[in-house]
């Protein structure tokens, strides 16, 4: 068999230099043509297409805008999707140009769920001709979804580009048309193994053909482009996408990556504050690029954003990972003529650095701030939201008149949540052995149950219960009941020394809270209250580490940093805070 036919072989841009930035149909068919090597006798009668729909907008059965964009409120730092899953999630059979509703969309639902099952179809190793992928669809169980399956799995297995057109070029041929979706997979491909020329003629292609794209294509151009000498087609793709939408996160930060490589870190700040501004949440990834396309330099105005970025983490309990940490450091140690100096360490429990010997800020708030706070969670936050959604008005009066009439109380349990800590072990087995751990502790304990509780079970035996009655005071919620709110107002009615135990971040009761100043404090008081619990290593027994006396955030004095880390990435936050810091001084005497 002869392989594929010489002008496929060559990139497509190196075919198409002579194009304009805007052609007829006609030009787009010869485009076409040359790009797949389609013979010259072929071109009219394969692209009679050119009459379709203008736009790529995929079908949105809410009505919403083509371009979706996700913003964000509270700090998340989810891992982006990759650019593959762009190209598959968006493109697979969405963007339908017929008005045939019911059967396109149960045709749809079919291909979507048939396609799952061919996700191991090995792709050709080689280029095919014409009649050898006429006889490959043949056999194919599903021909109808045939070259869908085909290129997702070519951009799974990392197939030769020649494949993937000399698919298209059969495409082209028997259908007269090269839908959209195939184009963006053949996009995914390109991208994904870094070619540009491909990459710009596809563009080429799709501006042509479509006067709008969808998010997906965007991101794929944006992200292919970003990574070449062709970085600053980027920076128009990203212009483009602002005259319809809001560009995602990924957009921008593929854009602040391609400006940071290049040492335009002016110009990667600038859309760095854009992306804040437009509400996008950056990832801990952008953020250490920052950084590491930083080091070295000896700029003032830079060196006051990168301190900005510090205080963002602050300000939003982040804690960078190690490889993060270790950017930040080689940054502060790289700053020519400044004399920093870092160390990775563990705080003492009294809240000083053992390495610089400063103390750090105290995690207890004034008694003004804490009754200000108290004041404002029992009003915004259990009175003022949907606490009443999940249990009625009469359960919650029952459950102020019980803690009123018992306060204060030491600590206050979640039941539920802690039962759940050891899956090998029954509940009331789990929760007995965290009661009497605590009981060692505190005096007063008051553990938040559910009425299931009381039933005689075999998760919930009734004389471990009634034993855990004589150690600590218990309120039983209905079994819908949310207990946050029952958690938040026990222990701030029990005063400032009052802990509490739960695997809850509690973020959705920070939303509540309409002012940064009191959210702050919320946060602060949480550091400083919240007791974490993890399993043992054996996963016997619980383990039990006691609150902060020390604010565990990013910390400055001017000539001195104190940053919180953890060893790895978490994609979500987590309710326990880290006990190892990266501290660095200043050294202003001799080194």
Same mark, same amino acid.
Not at 123 to 149: D, G, H, N
Not at 203 to 218: C, H, N, P, W
Not at 305 to 316: A, C, M, V
Not at 463 to 488: H, W
């Given at each position: ?21 805007f052609w007829p149909v006609s030009r787009c068919r010869q485009l076409f ?42 700090? %998340? ?23 045939? #509703?019911? $059967? ?12 799952? /099952?061919?996700? @191991? ?15 490959? +669809? ?22 030769? *580009? ?10 082209a041929k028997s259908n007269g048309d090269i839908g959209y979706n195939l ?17 710009? %003629? ?11 794209? &969808? ?13 070449? %000498? ?22 921008? &930060? ?8 290049? !040492? ?31 080091? #070295?330099? +000896? ?42 100096? #870092? ?34 969670? *029992? ?56 009661? @009497? ?53 026990? $222990? ?10 739960? /695997? ?5 009761? +920070? ?60 994609? +979500?936050?987590?309710?326990? *805070? ?7 001084? !200043? ?5």
């Amino acid at each position: 068999m002869a392989l594929f036919s010489q002008p496929i072989q060559h990139g497509l841009q190196s075919l198409l230099w002579k194009s304009h930035a805007f052609w007829p149909v006609s030009r787009c068919r010869q485009l076409f043509a040359v790009s797949f090597g389609i013979p010259k006798r072929d071109k009219v009668s394969y692209f009679s297409f050119m009459t379709s729909s203008s736009t790529a907008l995929p079908v949105d059965p809410q009505g919403t805008d083509a371009c979706p964009s996700k913003k964000r409120s509270e700090v %998340d730092y989810e891992e982006e999707k990759g650019w593959d899953e762009d190209a598959q999630e968006i493109h697979e059979g969405k963007l339908l140009f017929s008005s045939s #509703g019911g $059967t396109l969309k149960k045709q749809l639902i079919n291909h979507t769920v048939s396609r799952h /099952r061919f996700a @191991n179809v090995q792709p050709p190793e080689r280029p095919l001709r014409a009649e050898e992928w006429s006889r490959l +669809k043949e056999s194919f169980q599903s021909p109808e979804i045939f070259e869908e399956v085909m290129l997702n799995n070519m951009v799974r297995y990392n197939s030769p *580009i020649d494949v993937a057109k000399s698919l298209l070029t059969h495409v082209a041929k028997s259908n007269g048309d090269i839908g959209y979706n195939l184009l963006v997979k053949y996009l995914a491909l390109c991208v994904q193994q870094g070619k540009t020329s491909e990459i710009c %003629d596809v563009y080429d292609i799709l501006k042509i053909r479509f006067k709008v794209l &969808e998010s997906g294509a965007y991101n794929l151009l944006i992200r292919g482009l970003s990574n070449s %000498d062709q970085w600053r087609m980027a920076l128009t793709l990203l212009e483009e996408v602002k005259r319809v939408t809001v560009p995602s996160r990924s957009n921008y &930060e593929s854009c602040i990556k391609a400006a940071g490589r290049h !040492q335009e870190m002016t110009l990667a700040c600038e859309l760095y504050h854009e992306m804040l501004a437009k509400d996008l949440v950056p990832t801990l990834d952008i953020l250490q690029t920052l950084f590491d396309y930083s080091r #070295g330099m +000896k700029d003032p105005a830079l060196q006051k954003e990168l301190f900005g970025i510090l205080l963002y983490l602050r300000e939003n309990q982040i804690y960078p990972h190690k490889t993060f940490i270790r950017s930040i450091k080689l940054w502060f140690e790289s700053i020519p003529g400044e004399k920093w100096k #870092g160390h990775l360490t563990n705080i003492k429990d009294s809240g000083q650095c053992p390495v610089c010997n400063h103390q750090l800020e105290d995690s207890e708030l004034t008694e003004e701030e804490y009754n200000n706070l108290r004041e404002r969670i *029992i009003r915004d936050v259990i009175h003022g939201t949907d606490t009443f959604r999940k249990t009625s008005p009469q359960e919650f009066e029952a459950f102020q008149t019980f803690v009123e009439n018992r306060l204060p109380f030491d600590i206050v349990i979640d039941g539920l949540n802690i039962s759940h800590i050891m899956p090998r072990k029954v509940q009331c087995e789990n929760l007995f052995e965290a009661v @009497n751990c605590l009981a060692k502790d505190y005096a007063r304990l008051l553990v938040l149950g559910r009425k299931h509780m009381l039933t005689n079970s075999f998760n919930w035996k009734r004389e471990v219960m009634k034993e855990m009655q004589n150690k600590a005071d218990f309120f039983f919620a209905e079994n819908i009941s949310e207990d946050d709110a029952f958690l938040l107002y026990a $222990t701030l009615r029990s005063g400032k020394h009052c802990k509490f135990v739960t /695997r809850d971040f509690l973020r959705d009761h +920070k939303a509540c809270l309409s002012d940064s100043v009191t959210r702050h404090l919320f946060r602060k008081w949480q550091r400083g209250h919240q007791i974490a619990f993890s399993p043992s290593a054996g996963g016997k027994h619980i383990n039990f580490l006691p609150a902060c006396s020390y604010d565990c955030v990013v910390q400055t004095t001017g000539d001195t940093w104190h940053i919180p880390y953890k060893d790895t990435f978490e994609e +979500k936050y987590s309710y326990q *805070i880290p006990r190892k810091w990266l501290c660095l001084q !200043q050294k202003y005497g001799t080194m």
